[in-house]
């Protein structure tokens, strides 16, 4: 499996924007970029993905280098809420399972 | 709120035993995936459904089964538990067993082993 490499941990104040890497050197063209979160007693939480182009939605966005060795999570306005470890996942485009690896641990100061 | 929904929250029982973790996935979907997540080798794949047919398979023991029935629940049997089979387990959905597939994710089963 194409593997991640992530901070592994940051911190934010509470209403400011919060920008998490992840280095995929090894990625390959069909590899998708997902990213999930996970909340503390709670399971994981689907975030946002992304294959070539930057992508928005209604939790964060994706911007994803040229080269695609490289992403960033932008969180916009961090909340209390969003403390979670954050995890960057490359998965084949034929291989369903998501690869784990330690992820972000962020954490959010009111 | 995911959607998918596991049974029972909370498990202990003993070395030797056997126990069957249950998920209901999200309306509609057909792909089934456990993870179990331990302190030491963090969340880790199991096995993956797809619409009643075993699709792919991870780290999973031996003494670990799995199905996916017709309704498309799906139960995960330990059997001959061990002391390091403590963990959570995770159960997710996916529409498709294709294309990018986001999975939602249960609750978790909390599994204690004494």
């Known amino acids: 499996d194409a593997k991640t490499t992530q901070p592994n941990s940051m911190e934010s104040n509470e209403e400011e924007p919060v920008h998490l890497p992840c280095n995929h050197s090894?990625?390959?063209?069909?590899?998708?970029i997902h990213w999930y979160r996970q909340l503390p007693s709670q399971g994981p939480e689907y975030v946002i993905h992304?294959?070539?182009s930057n992508v928005n939605n209604r939790m964060a966005s994706l911007a994803i280098a040229e080269d695609r060795k490289s992403s960033t999570l932008i969180l916009h306005r961090a909340t209390l809420r969003d403390a979670a470890v954050y995890y960057c996942?490359?998965?084949?485009?034929?291989?369903?399972?998501?690869?784990f690896g330690a992820g972000t641990t962020v954490t959010v100061r009111a | 709120d995911s959607g998918v929904t596991q049974t029972p929250k909370h498990l202990i029982t003993a070395t030797g035993q056997r126990v069957t973790l249950r998920c209901s996935p999200r309306?509609?979907?057909?792909?089934v995936y456990w993870y179990q997540q331990s302190l030491d080798q963090g969340l880790q794949f199991l096995i993956q459904?797809?619409?009643?047919?075993?699709?792919a398979k991870g780290n999973i023991l031996e003494r670990f089964s799995a199905q996916q029935f017709p309704d498309l629940h799906s139960e995960l049997n330990l059997s001959s538990l061990e002391l390091g089979d403590s963990a959570l387990y995770f159960c997710a959905s996916s529409v498709e067993g294709t294309g990018p597939g986001e999975q939602y994710f249960g609750p978790g089963t909390r599994l204690t082993v004494t």
């Open positions: 090894t990625i390959s063209g069909t590899d998708y």
């Open positions: 459904y797809y619409n009643g047919e075993e699709r």
């Open positions: 992304g294959l070539t």
């Open positions: 309306s509609g979907d057909l792909s």
């Open positions: 996942i490359l998965r084949p485009h034929n291989d369903y399972k998501l690869s």
